[in-house]
Structures are given as structure tokens and as C-alpha cells.
């Protein structure tokens, strides 16, 4: 069994000189693998995150298949309103759903913050049997969804390409916003420590919809509690942070945060200038994967040469599609493990 310390990806986190950077990729289990969708047929969503057997199931099927450098735990980032009573459905063709939205404090208040961690023992169990399975193969990343993530989704009850009626209501109900921000900062970091306890080696904040704030705004909302939430819960692990989208406040976010995931809208060379030694992550387009096999080599190899490969953690700008042939993504994989 290889000790998990002296693999790649946490070599990269603490800062040390490396030939070729580790590899891992958001969304990499899930609906791209024809193994995948054989569970998925079986069983409905939740009922994968919420199976302990399932969700270590999937989280293991990319390693066996793909062969990255990290596993991150299959599971949804609104796991946490769900543990706060609300409910979440998954919609065929429409994606997640909230019934009943926030609309208004007394909304706020109904929340069930007691026992919330209990709630998500499922969670903390799959990551232990993962882990367990691994045996030290590869580093285990858990990972939460960010406060401004998780709000837009609460109150505007759905996606949107614009979640206009959950940045309406930071204008409206500002109070009422900046209390469910910290309520949920709050649970973040309680649920990103469990997750440590239970053997996840790395944490990533996921802030998919930061890039809709303006930087005012981002200043007054996001910044304060992303930064509470590495500074807290990073003495425990490495802590990756990924504001999609968020390019303006990239300077901010590496004075406190060691590990930042970038969108493919960023540079890196100029993503490097704005953050000194911090390590980056990232951030090949995901649609650079349906070109051909030597189309993904060539993309993936400039990116490492554009990165270095020290201080950096070759992944893609967001997650994997649907669609994305499985053989490109093993050349995109392949690829970064063969750099030199």
C-alpha cells in the first residue's frame, strides 16, 4: 500500500518541484462512462449519493478505467440544503429542483440546522469505505458546494443561466442574504472537516455561479466567507478553491487560498502574474475534448508548458460532459502522465 502523502497530487499541494503535474478531473465519475449508466438506469440519483456501496462504486470506476491521480467522492453539492430540509429533486431535462425556494426570512428560519452532520452520514460513510478501497492507490478529494452556489440555488429553486431573482434578493432582502450565507458558511466548514475525519486528503469549494457577481458585489457576499471557510478549515487539509468565472478577484483569493481551480477563460500566464506561488488548477476547455485524440494531446501538452509543471494540477475549466468520447478523456489523462 502506497502511503497517500507521497502521491502526486499532495506533492503539487505542498509546493514541491515535480517532472510531470497529477491529473484528476471534475465530474470524473459519472454519466461519460458506460459503466456509470449502467447504475444509473438502476438506481435514481439520490439514492446513488446517499448508498455508501454506490457512491464508493462510482467514485472508483475512473480510477480503474481512466486512471488519474486523484478520486473525488461521487456525490452533489446540494446534499447541504437537502441536510437543512429542503427539498431537492432531480429533474430529468430540466436538473435540480427545489419545490419550495426561499422567499423571504421566515424561510430562512424554518432551516433545520440541529443534526445536520447526522444527516449526512452517508457521506462520511462513503468516503470511509472509499478510502478503504482505494488502499492507497490514489489521494481521496472531498468537496462542498460554496455558500453563493448553494444561495442561488435555494432561492431561485431551479438553474438559470442568470439567477436573477437570487441576486434580486441580495438588493431586497439584504439582511435576510447575509444571514443564509453564514448559515451555510457555517455548515461548510463543519461538513468539509467531517469529511477530512472520514478520509477525504483534499477539499475543494466549488463557486459555479461566482462569475455572476459583479466585484462589488463578489467583495460583499462571497469574499469574506470563502475566506473564512479556507482559513478554517485548511489546517486540516489542502483546500482547493474553484470560483468559476471569477477572474477579477483571482489577486484577492490567492492572499488566502493555497490551491485555486481555474475556468478555461483565464491565461495562464497571466493567471500565474496575478497569484505568485500559489498552486493552480486547471483549465482546459471540456469541449477541447471532443476534438480528436491528437487534438486533445496537443491542447493538453500546451497547457502543461504554459503552467510548468510545478505548482499546478493539470485538470480541465469545468467538468466532463456527457458526451465527451471515454477514449479522449484517457488521452487527456495519458497525455499529462506521460509530460516530461
Not at 54 to 63: M, N, S
Not at 65 to 71: C, L, M, Q, Y
Not at 300 to 327: C, K, Q, S, W
Amino acid at each position: 500500500m502506497t502511503d497517500t502523502k507521497d502521491h502526486l497530487l499532495l506533492k503539487a499541494l505542498r509546493g514541491e518541484s515535480l517532472k510531470r503535474p497529477p491529473v484528476w478531473m471534475m465530474r470524473q465519475a459519472g454519466r461519460y462512462l458506460p459503466e456509470y449508466m449502467v447504475l444509473r438506469r438502476k438506481y435514481d440519483f439520490f439514492t446513488r449519493v446517499q448508498t455508501p456501496e454506490l457512491a464508493c462504486e462510482i467514485t472508483l470506476q475512473p480510477i480503474d478505467i481512466i486512471e488519474p491521480d486523484a478520486a473525488i467522492i461521487f456525490s452533489d453539492i446540494l446534499v447541504i440544503p437537502q441536510a437543512l430540509e429542503m427539498e431537492v429533486q432531480l429533474v430529468p431535462k430540466v436538473g435540480p429542483y427545489l419545490p419550495k425556494p426561499i422567499e423571504q426570512s421566515s424561510d430562512i428560519a424554518a432551516l433545520n440546522r440541529e443534526g445536520l452532520l447526522d444527516r449526512l452520514q452517508y457521506m462520511f460513510d462513503a468516503l470511509s469505505l472509499t478510502k478503504k478501497e482505494l488502499k492507497g492507490r490514489v489521494p481521496l478529494i472531498g468537496f462542498a458546494g460554496a455558500p453563493w452556489t448553494l444561495f442561488c440555488y435555494m432561492i431561485e429553486g431551479q438553474g438559470s443561466k442568470t439567477f436573477s431573482k437570487a441576486k434580486a434578493f441580495l438588493y431586497q432582502e439584504e439582511k435576510a442574504a447575509h444571514e443564509l450565507m453564514d448559515i451555510l458558511t457555517d455548515a461548510i466548514i463543519e461538513f468539509l472537516k467531517e469529511q477530512i475525519k472520514a478520509g477525504a486528503d483534499v477539499v475543494q469549494v466549488f463557486d459555479s455561479w461566482a462569475g455572476l457577481l459583479s466585484p462589488a458585489d463578489f467583495n460583499r457576499f462571497v469574499l469574506p466567507r470563502l475566506r473564512r471557510i479556507v482559513e478554517e478549515v485548511k489546517p486540516y487539509a489542502p483546500v482547493i478553491l474553484f470560483a468559476k468565472g471569477s477572474w477579477y478577484a483571482l489577486e484577492d483569493l490567492a492572499q488566502f487560498s493555497p490551491a485555486l481551480g481555474l475556468d478555461w477563460t483565464m491565461e495562464p500566464e497571466w493567471a500565474r502574474s496575478k497569484t505568485g506561488g500559489v498552486v493552480l488548477q486547471g483549465n482546459l476547455d471540456p469541449s477541447a475534448l471532443l476534438g480528436t485524440p491528437g487534438q486533445v494531446e496537443k491542447a493538453t501538452r500546451e497547457m502543461i508548458d504554459a503552467f510548468g509543471p510545478t505548482n499546478y494540477i493539470a485538470n480541465l475549466g469545468h467538468g466532463l460532459m456527457p458526451n465527451i468520447p471515454v477514449e479522449n478523456v484517457k488521452t487527456f489523462v495519458q497525455t499529462v502522465k506521460n509530460y516530461a
